[in-house]
């Protein structure tokens, strides 16, 4: 018996619960900030009377030297902490895909890293980077890499890059986790043909493994991408945006604007941007993975 209802209706009736929760704790949000970013409003204690003034606030945004600045940084925040999450994430998943003694046991203490709350990861690498007591100083300096401590988080050329370690080091391991169970999908047979044909290691990882494994990379590249373009916590506790302002990203921005000048106006603009810069991105990968999808 033919049903009442068509496929693509019934896919929208079991959909609608979801989307419904989505559309209230998400879209009403959205549009409540997107009104704001029109207007003059401003957290205060007094009534006040808020008006709209157009896109005067994405203008003044748009040319705010100090906002670019932060937009600049958090690129480079994005990029470099997850093309190096995604490298040493992809060299992992190769080792522990080897057969040796002991590996259930690492590939389930791999995973530690990733479980720990990032407030707590900020904070243990703040304590390892102190300029006093920490442990790296007391490692390079027994190793005869410093002649004396160093202030890591407290020098602005390098400040950025610690922080970048910090979060390499918490959120590598979901990418190996990927990346290990993409690779147990290749076709050893494909493998051992190669390797029967004389192609090395390099070679065969080129042209067999990563084409194999490049769609679940791309999936897991894109949210770590979009995580890392509003990376947040971990800035707030190792650094507040110091020094100097050299590891303030837009987030950290728009918190500031929002919560500590109380403009909502402009903080909200800001938030637009951002998540348009957010939306680009994810455009950008999409676009990658159906034009790699659309090859194999």
């Known amino acids: 018996m033919r049903s009442l209802i068509g496929a693509k209706q019934q896919k929208w009736l079991l959909l609608a619960p979801a989307l419904t929760v989505l559309a209230l704790i998400s879209f009403v949000p959205f549009v409540k900030t997107l009104w704001l970013s029109f207007s003059d409003s401003e957290i205060s204690a007094l009534p006040t009377v808020v008006s709209f003034i157009g896109l005067e606030n994405y203008i003044y945004a748009l040319t705010d030297p100090d906002f670019i600045s932060s937009l600049g940084r958090t690129l480079y925040f994005t990029f470099i902490s997850v093309g190096a999450e995604v490298i040493l994430g992809v060299a992992v998943a190769l080792l522990l895909n080897q057969q040796f003694k002991g590996r259930t046991l690492m590939r389930a203490l791999i995973i530690l890293p990733w479980a720990i709350p990032t407030i707590v990861n900020a904070v243990t690498w703040r304590l390892i980077y102190n300029p006093d007591y920490g442990a790296l100083n007391s490692l390079l300096m027994q190793l005869g890499i410093i002649g004396e401590y160093q202030s890591w988080l407290g ?117 637009i941007i951002v998540a348009l810069i957010s939306i680009i991105l994810i455009y950008g990968y999409y676009r990658a993975a159906k034009r790699q999808n659309g090859s194999l």
Do not use: C, H
Request: proline share 5%.
């Open 155 to 271: 020098d602005p050329d390098v400040a950025m890059n610690m922080v970048i370690l910090a979060d390499v080091w918490k959120n590598f391991p979901l990418v190996a986790y990927v990346a290990l169970a993409a690779l147990q999908t290749v076709p050893m047979d494909m493998l051992n043909a190669a390797r029967l044909e004389g192609a090395n290691a390099w070679r065969r990882f080129f042209k067999i493994t990563l084409p194999w494994i490049i769609g679940p990379l791309l999936v897991i590249i894109v949210l770590r991408s979009v995580e890392a373009f509003r990376v947040f916590d971990i800035i707030y506790v190792m650094t507040r945006g110091g020094p100097a302002n050299q590891t303030k990203t837009a987030s950290f921005y728009v918190y500031q604007e929002y919560f500590s000048y109380l403009r909502s106006g402009s903080g909200s603009s800001y938030a």
